[in-house]
């Protein structure tokens, strides 16, 4: 199974900005559509965005639209989300993942997910 990891999360205050990271571990990512979910407390888990195995397409959740921008980078087995004007709200720990089906994100069709990194918006 392809495995992930991911960093870059931390604390910052609202209005800041974080760029969060994605890596593979023995596999390459290529192959895969990439999505970060995030799960704030007491909260179910929610999709954020999602990227195309060759970045051709992206989507976004309406709450994040113009403040977050997924990418990534093949050659370093690398999928990016740079997180801007962030607010509380999007406190909670994120997720990079796989999915089985091109093009779309949902939690059904994930084949392997990171252990995760809290983000902490906070003043």
């Known amino acids: 199974q392809l495995q992930l990891v991911e960093s870059g999360g931390g604390l910052v205050q609202p209005g800041g900005s974080l760029r969060l990271s994605c890596a593979a571990s023995?596999?390459?990512?290529?192959?895969?559509?990439i999505g970060w979910f995030r799960q704030a407390p007491g909260k179910e888990r929610e999709g954020v965005s999602c990227?195309?195995?060759?970045?051709?397409?992206?989507n976004y959740a309406d709450s994040v639209k113009g403040r977050f921008t997924i990418s990534r980078d093949n050659a370093k087995n690398t999928v990016y989300l740079q997180m801007n004007s962030l607010k509380p709200e999007d406190t909670g720990i994120y997720y990079c993942?796989?999915?089985?089906?091109?093009?779309?994100?949902?939690?059904?069709?994930?084949?392997?997910w990171g252990p995760g990194t809290q983000v902490t918006v906070s003043s």
């Open positions: 990227i195309s195995s060759r970045g051709g397409s992206t």
């Open positions: 993942a796989a999915s089985q089906v091109p093009g779309v994100c949902v939690s059904r069709f994930i084949s392997s």
């Open positions: 023995g596999f390459t990512l290529d192959y895969y559509t």
